[in-house]
């Protein structure tokens, strides 16, 4: 189960889908992710509540995403990890993604991005492994409890919802706290 | 659990079997044992596309970077690398999409591709970013609600076309829906359309003067037409249009019959194939579509041609199983027909209404466009959009050829609430078919032959159009505007007012990115008439040659004269004089903004264009042939893996079928599929000349195929079935050995 998906939540107001193009544009020739093959960017900011701006890589999609007009970076894994089991990949997956959030954080072309540290969305993007149903919330939830509370470094709360069985299998994590990004990252080593 | 598993017994035995060979041919291709244009071939007519740089090479505005995907070199095609990303094309015959499709489309865009489904200018549904291995599990998803991919792109007949108001328009002559279909239906994967050098395309409209299906651009179009019979009853049929087609060289279709009775559409649709495959150009890739065959013969002598192969080509009469579906098909409301009446109007509704919906010719109903910017759409919107299309149109949704949707057979009361929902998912922009409604096809964004930014330009000309859309002119709200990243026309900017199309030009040492200006184009009249190049001017400066021509137009123009007469009764050299003062390009250091494309920061280049795959790849009858035979041997040893004795043995059987009748139809095309048939054929013509023998086994792998044909043990053990298998293997060898001695032996000739 490799199709993961994190959304980090920018605080408001958060810059123009346009403010991200040359930011984008600028990893792509300087290589800045790290085990990601980046080459192109699909700029969707005319469809309403969208992917918005996406930099497209071979392992992942990485999309300032609109959805619910909640903006955020919404990392969407698309090539196997290295390892197997769910608790791996949702610890690679959300290092990878803390690490795209750090990155445009720190980029001075976004003065004013910052990203709300204390809610996530996990998704999984797999209807096959992972249909919206309770059955799979069963089954799935106690290895993303143990990874959230790992990663926010204290008990977390998770949310599901089954209204749409269609929809992706999400859950929705909680923190009474804010850590930084860098302690996220530091907590999911 | 795979996709395969979950679906078992859901797709059609034939969708699923296509699906098999083509998941074989992949593993095949992976082990090296298919040619990169074979395979290439092959899964363009799976829909399966090229994308901007998949040949591993992106110029990222300092420099060109080396893509390394990690599967490098593997290809998937000549200069496609397998790791690069590509489009997947799914043909949706007419437009014609029910809630479910629309769902499992919205979920494939999510899992698949980057969650945005794309409406293209043929009615079909475009999804990019795709990996070819996860081609077969989104086939079966697509099979599996009746959508097939096969023939969606490649040298084949792509999309049926046809007028979404078909069967609801108050002019057209008859509803040409179900004939559409039945065509559509009927050409897919049919014999006679495997051998084309180009692609294919077939459009149906209703009536003569709408824009309807823009049956003048198209290959084969037919007009609803009727006419009273000998019997003195009515009876319907089409003028018919061939050979005309866009691109770099557009011709208008020209009228082969003013009235084909409709049981004569579909044979003659096939007599027209068979006259395209043997008298199409193969190897120009620039002269190959049609409308070079009816320029070169002329329309008398081409419809003499057509008309003595329809007379005689051999019976098919599987033609009749499509055509006997026509009376039978019906569309019908999903709820009563209730007028308007009294409901409070929400803020904008009026605008809306005033463009986005159509009064059908049922009372009471309205079909409602629903406006998807550049043709996007994101997953989300989709699967909503399936819940109101339930809700309030049954089972009735269409795409359209300017990249949107209408919904069906809405009630009138209804239109109201239908505008609500629609507002809260973002899809109640006003503005269908109007100014702001601007087409584009993917240009550089993700196409290879894009030369600008189709896309940029358009939803900056969207944006700034609807800026001012309250206050424009009522003359130039009606114009079309349409955007196309190169001279191939997928944008339509031929059959604009108001047309662009990439190109570019070299100044101050630097490339700068350009549109050629096109006006005057007929949207109306089926595309009746093409529009005029006037000049090409930096792209940057589009947005004001359309404010400058559209001034003009409303300043200028005679009492009610249409831009069209507008156009032309200024003349070309006026016109250009008009836009003159915006070719200039201002230095760079002055303007560095002019020597970057919309939406796009890098440095302009040209030297991301790859090679094309519209003109997909000139792959022989014989090369398909054979590459479906390895592919039924390649099952058969899956299926002895899986010890399914009595299945392998048959499947190796039918690839050593395959592969003779690949070989007899070197020498007799039209050669019928029975088994006895080709058996006897194969024997006559290439085992008892010794074409199909071998210097040290004589005719011993020949004897594979006959012994099992004329004897097959049927005990189907592991050793049965194993021999079958490697015999197979061999009797394919040989056959392309034979066919290497067959073409030696015609070049002598």
């Given at each position: 189960m490799h199709k993961l998906a994190i959304k980090l939540f920018f605080t408001e107001p958060s810059p123009?889908?346009?403010?991200f193009?040359?930011v984008f544009?600028?990893w792509?020739?300087?290589?800045a992710l790290p085990n990601h093959?980046l ?12 992917p918005g701006m996406i930099l497209?890589t071979?392992q992942a999609n990485i999309a300032i995403d609109q959805a619910n007009?909640r903006p955020g970076l919404l990392y969407t894994r698309k090539s196997?990890l290295a390892t197997?089991s769910l608790a791996d990949n949702l610890r690679e997956v959300l290092s990878y993604t803390l690490q795209a959030a750090a990155l445009l954080e720190s980029t001075s072309a976004l003065p004013n991005l910052k990203f709300k540290t204390d809610e996530l969305l996990i998704q999984i993007n797999?209807?096959?492994?992972a ?6 919330s069963?089954?799935l939830s106690p290895t993303i409890q143990q990874v959230a509370n790992t990663l926010f470094g204290h008990p977390v709360t998770l949310e599901h919802s ?6 992706l299998f999400e859950v929705r994590i909680k923190s009474s706290q804010s850590p930084t990004l860098a302690q996220l990252s530091q907590n999911i080593k | ?749």
């Amino acid at each position: 189960m490799h199709k993961l998906a994190i959304k980090l939540f920018f605080t408001e107001p958060s810059p123009h889908l346009d403010d991200f193009v040359p930011v984008f544009h600028t990893w792509i020739q300087t290589h800045a992710l790290p085990n990601h093959l980046l080459f192109d960017v699909a700029d969707y900011k005319h469809v309403p509540t969208g992917p918005g701006m996406i930099l497209i890589t071979h392992q992942a999609n990485i999309a300032i995403d609109q959805a619910n007009h909640r903006p955020g970076l919404l990392y969407t894994r698309k090539s196997p990890l290295a390892t197997t089991s769910l608790a791996d990949n949702l610890r690679e997956v959300l290092s990878y993604t803390l690490q795209a959030a750090a990155l445009l954080e720190s980029t001075s072309a976004l003065p004013n991005l910052k990203f709300k540290t204390d809610e996530l969305l996990i998704q999984i993007n797999d209807r096959l492994e992972a249909p919206n149903t309770p059955e799979t919330s069963s089954k799935l939830s106690p290895t993303i409890q143990q990874v959230a509370n790992t990663l926010f470094g204290h008990p977390v709360t998770l949310e599901h919802s089954h209204d749409d069985s269609r929809s992706l299998f999400e859950v929705r994590i909680k923190s009474s706290q804010s850590p930084t990004l860098a302690q996220l990252s530091q907590n999911i080593k | 659990m795979t996709w395969k598993d979950k679906l078992e017994g859901q797709i059609a035995p034939q969708l699923a079997a296509e699906i098999d060979a083509f998941d074989a041919q992949i593993a095949l291709k992976k082990q090296g044992k298919i040619e990169d244009k074979v395979f290439a071939e092959t899964r363009l007519r799976r829909g399966a596309y090229g994308q901007r740089y998949d040949n591993g090479r992106r110029h990222d505005g300092i420099t060109t970077q080396d893509l390394n995907f990690p599967n490098n070199p593997l290809a998937k095609g000549p200069e496609t690398l397998w790791d690069a990303p590509g489009m997947e094309r799914i043909k949706i015959p007419f437009g014609g999409l029910n809630p479910r499709q629309m769902e499992v489309l919205a979920d494939l865009a999510e899992e698949y591709s980057d969650a945005i489904l794309h409406i293209t200018t043929r009615q079909d549904i475009q999804l990019h970013y795709i990996h070819i291995e996860d081609t077969p599990s989104l086939f079966r998803r697509l099979a599996a609600v009746g959508i097939t991919t096969r023939e969606a792109c490649g040298n084949s007949v792509r999309n049926v076309t046809a007028c979404p108001l078909a069967g609801v328009c108050h002019t057209e002559t008859f509803d040409v829906t179900p004939y559409a279909k039945a065509c559509a239906y009927y050409l897919l994967g049919h014999p006679d359309t495997q051998d084309f050098g180009r692609k294919f395309k077939i459009a149906f409209s209703g009536c003569e003067h709408e824009a309807c299906a823009l049956v003048s651009i198209h290959d084969l179009g037919g007009i609803a037409k009727t006419r009273v019979g000998p019997d003195g009853k009515t009876q319907r049929g089409f003028a018919l249009y061939v050979g005309g087609g866009l691109g770099a060289v557009p011709h208008q279709a020209k009228l082969y019959e003013e009235f084909i009775p409709e049981e004569e559409l579909l044979p003659l649709a096939r007599a027209i194939g068979r006259v395209f495959a043997r008298l199409g150009e193969k190897k120009n890739r620039n002269k190959a579509r049609l409308k070079f065959v009816v320029h070169k013969l002329g329309i008398d002598a081409f419809r003499t041609i057509v008309q003595e192969e329809r007379r005689t080509m051999p019976e098919d009469p599987s033609w009749r199983k499509f055509f006997a579906e026509i009376p039978g098909y019906e569309e019908s409301p999903t709820f009563a027909a209730v007028q308007l009446n009294g409901v409070r109007k929400p803020e904008g509704f009026d605008e809306w209404n005033a463009s986005n919906v159509y009064a059908q010719r049922q009372p009471g109903y309205a079909t409602v466009t629903v406006t998807c910017p550049l043709g996007d759409l994101t997953s989300e919107q989709t699967r909503k959009l399936a819940d109101l299309t339930r809700k309030y149109a049954g089972d009735h949704a269409r795409l359209t050829v300017e990249q949107n949707i209408v919904l069906r057979w809405v009630p009138h009361s209804k239109v109201v609430d239908l505008y609500s929902d629609l507002k809260t998912l973002g899809l109640a922009t006003p503005g269908a078919g109007t100014i702001v409604d601007v087409t584009a096809c993917p240009g550089t964004d993700t196409c290879k032959l894009g030369i600008s930014s189709s896309r940029g330009l358009a939803g900056e000309l969207r944006e700034q159009l609807s800026a001012k859309s309250m206050n424009l002119d009522a003359a130039i709200k009606g114009l079309r505007i349409k955007v196309s990243g190169c001279f191939n026309s997928c944008g339509q900017h031929h059959v604009a007012d108001l047309g662009f199309y990439g190109n570019s030009r070299n100044i101050n040492g630097y490339t700068v990115p350009h549109f050629q200006v096109m006006i005057g184009g007929k949207w109306l009249q089926n595309g009746g008439t093409y529009a005029l190049a006037i000049g090409s001017i930096p792209s940057k400066n589009i947005p004001k040659v359309v404010d400058r021509l559209t001034d003009h137009y409303i300043k200028d123009r005679q009492e009610s004269e249409t831009f069209q007469t507008f156009c032309t009764r200024l003349g070309k050299k006026a016109l250009k004089g008009m836009i003159e003062d915006f070719v200039h390009v201002p230095p760079h250091a002055e303007a560095p903004d002019y020597y970057t494309d919309w939406g796009n920061p890098r440095a302009y280049t040209i030297g991301d264009m790859g090679v094309g795959e519209c003109a997909g790849e000139i792959v022989s009858l014989a090369q398909f042939g054979f590459t479906q035979a390895e592919t039924e041997a390649f099952e058969a040893s899956l299926l002895l893996d899986d010890n399914n004795y009595e299945k392998a043995d048959k499947t190796a059987y039918q690839a050593m079928l395959t592969a003779a009748k690949t070989l007899v139809q070197l020498q007799w095309l039209d050669v019928p599929a029975d088994r006895d048939t080709i058996v006897k054929e194969f024997n006559t013509r290439f085992v008892e000349t010794k074409i199909f023998w071998d210097k040290y086994h004589a005719g011993q792998f020949a004897n594979y195929l006959l012994q099992r044909h004329e004897s097959p043990d049927t005990r189907y053990t592991l050793d049965t079935a194993h021999k079958t298998v490697e015999e197979a293997n061999l009797f394919i060898d040989a056959a392309h050995k034979a066919h290497a001695k067959f073409q030696e032996t015609q070049k002598i000739i």
